[in-house]
């Protein structure tokens, strides 16, 4: 299967569960796959021969740098984008910096994205980000992970509809709970108890089905097949 022959896809964020799995699966399917990441020491060792870019996600400057950079300034296929924090607490009680951090890389890091989006992605391009379910739900003692999540959701919504007469095709993943263990790596708090999420290939292989069939939006529904496996 090479659904992706002769395409070049930055994967944003590919040193986490999400981002390498990400990687792996367009390289299996034949793309060309460049990396960006905040951390290039924890990318894994059968994805360090691929190109690397370092950027922060929530400075605009620096992902346009590091997309210019990984990309030797050619216009690309497609950008994944595998960033994500996490933190639990009550509205009241989660802290200041923590709720700021959030929608810093929840948030904006997807804006950044989008705004870029047309400058480094051909015509026919796709800009995709896992969003996750927290965007459609209120949680309670999640309160400003969903609300980062939310802003997430409707400033692709919104960039869909602008880039589309640039032909450029924005996919919001909203895949339910996964099991990627970012859970326990919490900016402040505890999760609270949940059910066993989906395992994270599971996730990874619907997405690119989707990618490679022309599909424009992946909600929590369009996983229900995959969540009896």
């Known amino acids: 299967m090479e659904d992706f022959a002769e395409t070049t896809v930055v994967v944003v964020g590919?040193?986490?569960?999400?981002?390498?799995?990400?990687?792996?699966?367009?390289?299996?399917?034949?793309?060309?796959?460049?990396?960006?990441?905040?951390?290039?020491?924890?990318?894994?060792?059968?994805?360090?021969?691929?190109?690397?870019?370092?950027?922060?996600?929530?400075?605009?400057?620096?992902?346009?740098?590091?997309?210019?950079?990984?990309?030797?300034?050619?216009?690309?296929?497609?950008?994944?984008?595998?960033?994500?924090?996490?933190?639990?607490?009550?509205?009241?009680?989660?802290?200041?910096?923590?709720?700021?951090?959030?929608?810093?890389?929840?948030?904006?890091?997807?804006?950044?994205?989008?705004?870029?989006?047309?400058?480094?992605?051909?015509?026919?391009?796709?800009?995709?980000?896992?969003?996750?379910?927290?965007?459609?739900?209120?949680?309670?003692?999640?309160g400003a992970y969903c609300a980062s999540k939310a802003a997430a959701k409707m400033a692709m919504a919104v960039a869909a509809r602008e880039l589309r007469r640039e032909k450029i095709r924005i996919i919001d993943v909203r895949a339910p709970h996964t099991e990627t263990g970012l859970a326990n790596r919490a900016l402040e708090g505890e999760a609270p108890t949940m059910p066993e999420g989906l395992q994270p290939q599971v996730v990874v292989d619907r997405v690119l089905d989707a990618l490679a069939g022309g599909e424009k939006d992946l909600p929590a529904e369009a996983f229900g097949s995959a969540t009896s496996e």
Do not use: W, Y
């Not at 894994?44 to 605009?60: C, G, K, M, N």
């Open 14 to 142: 590919a040193s986490g569960v999400f981002g390498a799995l990400m990687a792996r699966g367009l390289i299996a399917r034949g793309a060309d796959v460049r990396l960006m990441v905040r951390r290039p020491e924890a990318v894994a060792a059968d994805l360090s021969h691929l190109p690397v870019a370092v950027a922060d996600i929530t400075v605009r400057t620096e992902v346009a740098r590091a997309l210019t950079e990984v990309t030797q300034g050619q216009k690309i296929d497609g950008i994944v984008n595998c960033t994500g924090v996490v933190a639990f607490g009550s509205v009241s009680g989660l802290s200041e910096e923590v709720a700021n951090q959030l929608m810093a890389v929840n948030s904006l890091g997807v804006l950044n994205l989008t705004s870029l989006a047309s400058t480094h992605l051909k015509p026919g391009g796709f800009l995709t980000s896992f969003t996750g379910v927290a965007a459609d739900m209120p949680i309670i003692g999640m």
